[in-house]
T-cell receptor, first 109, second 113 residues
Framework: QQQVKQSPQSLIVQKGGISIINCAYE??????FPWYQQFPGKGPALLIAIRPDVSEKKEGRFTISFNKSAKQFSLHIMDSQPGDSATYFCAAGYSTLTFGKGTMLLVSP | DAGVTQSPTHLIKTRGQHVTLRCSPISGHKSVSWYQQVLGQGPQFIFQYYEKEERGRGNFPDRFSARQFPNYSSELNVNALLLGDSALYLC????????????FGPGTRLTVT
C-alpha cells in the first residue's frame, strides 16, 4: 500500500517559471512533511519541511503549501533555474519517513 | 562540518554472499536510519537506531540486520544476497530519536550479480 502519492512523475519548466509538485498522504498520524532534492549519484538533501499546524512555509524560492483536510501538500519552486534540475521527493512521517516515488524536474535554459 | 559518511561507495557482490555497509552520522547526532533506494523509486525505510537500540524496522526480511555502536556509527548487514537487493543504500542521521530532520549520506551502491 503506497502511503504517499507524488505527481507528476516528470516535469519540464522553462527558466524563470514556477515548478509545482504535489503529494497526497493517507495516514492521518503523519505529522511531519519534508521535501528532499536528489542529484544523480548523490544522497537526498533536505530542502524544506512543514508540520500540519501551519498551511504554508517559505524558504527562499521554495514554498510548501499544506492542506490538512485534503491530506495534500505541494512544493512550489519560484523562478526555477537550470541548477534546480534534479529529482524531488516528498515524504511524510511521525517516527520514520515514508517517501513518494519522486518527480524528475528539468528546467530548460 | 562533516556530513554523514558512508563506506564503501560502490560494491559488487555475488548472489548468496553477505555484505556489510558502514555509516558515520553527523557529529552529535544519536539516531541513524537506513533506507534502500531502488533505481527510479523513493527511499524505503529499513531500520532506525537510537542510542544503540533498534527503534523501528521496515518491511524487510530477516536477512537484513543492523547495529549501532557506542560512537553512534552503524552497520547494515545483508545475508544471502539476492539480485533484488541491488540498490542504493542510504544512511540518514538525526539529532533525536524522533528524527524528523534526517540528513542523508551519499549512499552505497550495491550491485548483486
Amino acid at each position: 500500500q503506497q502511503q504517499v502519492k507524488q505527481s507528476p512523475q516528470s516535469l519540464i519548466v522553462q527558466k524563470g517559471g514556477i515548478s509545482i509538485i504535489n503529494c497526497a498522504y493517507e495516514n492521518t498520524a503523519f505529522d511531519y512533511f519534508p521535501w528532499y532534492q536528489q542529484f544523480p549519484g548523490k544522497g537526498p538533501a533536505l530542502l524544506i519541511a512543514i508540520r500540519p499546524d501551519v498551511s504554508e512555509k517559505k524558504e527562499g524560492r521554495f514554498t510548501i503549501s499544506f492542506n490538512k483536510s485534503a491530506k495534500q501538500f505541494s512544493l512550489h519552486i519560484m523562478d526555477s533555474q537550470p541548477g534546480d534540475s534534479a529529482t524531488y521527493f516528498c515524504a511524510a512521517g511521525y517516527s520514520t519517513l515514508t517517501f513518494g516515488k519522486g518527480t524528475m524536474l528539468l528546467v530548460s535554459p | 562540518d562533516a556530513g554523514v559518511t558512508q563506506s564503501p561507495t560502490h560494491l559488487i557482490k555475488t548472489r548468496g554472499q553477505h555484505v556489510t555497509l558502514r555509516c558515520s552520522p553527523i557529529s552529535g547526532h544519536k539516531s541513524v536510519s537506513w533506507y534502500q533506494q531502488v533505481l527510479g523509486q523513493g527511499p524505503q525505510f529499513i531500520f532506525q537506531y537510537y542510542e544503540k537500540e533498534e527503534r523501528g524496522r521496515g518491511n524487510f526480511p530477516d536477512r537484513f540486520s543492523a547495529r549501532q555502536f557506542p560512537n553512534y556509527s552503524s552497520e547494515l548487514n545483508v545475508n544471502a544476497l539476492l539480485l533484488g537487493d541491488s540498490a542504493l543504500y542510504l544512511c540518514a542521521s538525526s539529532l533525536l530519536e524522533i528524527g524528523y530532520e534526517q540528513y542523508f549520506g551519499p549512499g552505497t551502491r550495491l550491485t548483486v550479480t
